[in-house]
């Protein structure tokens, strides 16, 4: 049973571009959850969502940032006209339907340059 | 809104040695899970360790134990026997159970170092 599955791990963008991120969950999972972990810091919970929908999005940016879980396919994280403060590791994790336990990737580390 | 706090930025330890990590929470609710994550140079968020909160007995895993002291809002991981790939960031995790999610509110974490 693979894991959660982050790709890709090293991304890097231009200030002013776009950044994707994406995130294909555990087997059996159908919740999703993004966080942001800037250097040296905890991870900070950014949205959760489930199939089709967005169940709290209480620690996305208001702006530039969104994030989706279609019925096919996997979770994507989307970042419009990037800045150097975007700069950090992004991290997915998914859990089951009743589970008491959220399993995480191995994140994407995005450099705005 | 909950908090954790991890007072410790950066632990040493000598190998084969105990060390203990601490961490406070603050909140106002009843049933919760508390965790603690390690997180090395690869960056995988591996759980180390779970409490709920409703159980008064402390987890145990191995050479990690924690010491769960809820009026205190404390809840502080044990390693023992140090071993060198112990070395990584540790974060305490907090998670509601009165949501329907698994949204876990982290620590800022705490660098262990383990000396040969």
């Known amino acids: 049973n693979a894991g959660v599955m982050q790709n890709p791990r090293h991304l890097v963008r231009r200030r002013g571009q776009e950044a994707r991120l994406r995130c294909s969950p555990m087997?059996?999972?159908?919740?999703v959850y993004w966080y942001r972990q800037l250097p040296e810091e905890g991870l900070k919970f950014m949205v959760y969502l489930q199939k089709e929908n967005i169940i709290d999005e209480s620690g996305m940016p208001k702006e530039r940032f969104s994030a989706e879980f279609p019925k096919e396919g996997p979770s994507i994280l989307r970042i419009q006209q990037v800045v150097r403060g975007d700069s950090a590791a992004y991290f997915c994790a998914s859990s089951g339907t009743g589970g008491t336990e959220a399993f995480f990737g191995q994140g994407t580390r995005l450099t705005v340059v | 809104a909950q908090t954790v706090t991890q007072s410790q930025p950066e632990m040493s330890v000598q190998e084969a040695e105990t060390v203990t990590l601490s961490c406070t929470y603050d909140?106002?609710?009843?049933?919760?899970?508390l965790f603690w994550y390690k997180q090395p140079p690869s960056r995988q968020m591996i759980l180390v360790i779970r409490q709920e909160a409703y159980k008064q007995q402390n987890a145990t895993e191995n050479r990690f134990s924690v010491n769960f002291q809820k009026a205190a809002k404390s809840f502080s991981l044990k390693i023992s026997d140090s071993q060198l790939g112990d070395a990584a960031m540790y974060f305490c995790a907090y998670r509601s159970d009165n949501n329907a999610g698994n949204m876990l509110t982290f620590g800022g974490g705490t660098r262990l170092m383990v000396k040969p």
């Open positions: 087997k059996g999972h159908s919740h």
């Open positions: 909140t106002s609710e009843s049933d919760y899970y």
